[in-house]
C-alpha cells in the first residue's frame, strides 16, 4: 500500500497542520500518523489538502455564438480534465450536464471529477429559466428529453417540474428564486411565489433530493431559505433579513462571476454580513460565465475577505457536508475517499493554487505529478 510520506497534512476544520504520513488502501485513507509503513511517496516540502469540491460549475455551459448542439458536449471533456488536474474531484453542476456525464465519467469513457447534477434552473414563465425571445417566443436551445422543461406556474406545476428532473437523472434540483442580474436590474425579476417553493421543495425531499436556489436579492434569499433550500446560490445582495434567514442554509456566494463588476463591492459586503453572523459558507466558482474560471480563482477571492483557512475549509471540509457527502470525503480522515492535492510549501496560501499543485489523487490514483 502506498503511504504519502513527509508532507504536513491540513484539517479543514481548524486550519491547523500537522507533519503526517497518509496511507492509502485502493480509493480510501486507510491511516494518518507518523513512521507508516509502506511504498513510499515523498511528499517532502509538501502540504496535503482534501481533494477541492466545487459547489456551483456549468461544465456544459452554452457559448454565446451558435453552434451544433454536439459542441456544448464535447467541449464539456477538456472542461472536466483540466478540473480534475488542478485538484478539484467533485462539482455539484447548476444546470447544463445531463446524467449522460455520469455515465460517461463512471465508465472511464472520459476523466473528470465525481459530478452532481441538477439539469436545468426552475422557474416561473418569465424567470430564470425561461429562454423566451421576442421574435421567436418561447425557445429551447436545449430541447433534449435528458433536459426537461424547467418551467411552471403553480405549486402543483412545480411538484411536475421537479419530478421530470429526478425522472431525468438529477441529483439535486435547481431553482430560480430570483431572476438573472440583468433582471433584477432591469425590474423585471419574475419570481417563485412563497407556495410555490414550497411545493417545490416538498417534492424535492419527497424524492430525496435538496435544492439549491439561485438569489441575488434579499427577497429572493428570504423566500428560497424559508421554504428550506439547502444552498442559497450567489446572494449578492444580502441585508440583515437575507442573513437571518440563511441561518438554516448554506450561502454559496460564488464571488468569480460578480467580481469584475460594479457589484463587487457589495457582494463582498454581503459574504462579510453572512461570516460575521455565523453562517456556514461552501465554495463554488459559477466556472460558466468566463470557462477560465474555476474554484482556484474563487478560493483567491474567499480568501480576500474570509482569510485562507475559511476559503479552504469552504472548499473542502463544508462543502462536502453542505453536499451530504462529509462522511466520504472533504477530509484527510481514515475511511474517507482518497481524494487528496500535495502542495508545493506549507503554508495555506491560495493566491496561486494551480502554480502550487505538485499532484493529485483521484480515488486513491494518482491523477498527475510534477516532477
Ligand atoms: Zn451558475
Redo the contacts with the bound molecule.
Sequence with gaps: MRVLAGARVLDPDTGDTTRADVRLDGERIAEVGLGLAGERVDCSGGLLIPGLIDC?V?VAFPRPEPLPRSARILEAVPVLRGLLARGITTVRD??GADAGFKHALREGWIAGPDLLVSLRQLSPTGGLGDSWEPPAGGVDHYGDPSLPDPLFDGPDAARAAVRRMVRAGADWVKVGASGAMRAVRSGADVRPTDDELAALVDEARRCGRDVLA?AHTSEAVVSAAGAGARSI?HGTFLDDSAVAALAGAWYVP?LSPISDSEFAGTHRRSLRLAAEAGVRIAAGS?L?PRPHVDLTTELRLLAEVLGEAAALKAATSEAARLLRLDDDRGRIEPGLRADLVLLDGTDLDVTDLPGRTRAVWHDGKAVSARS
Design positions: 456551483h456549468h447548476a444546470w439561485h446560490e460564488t459559477d460558466a
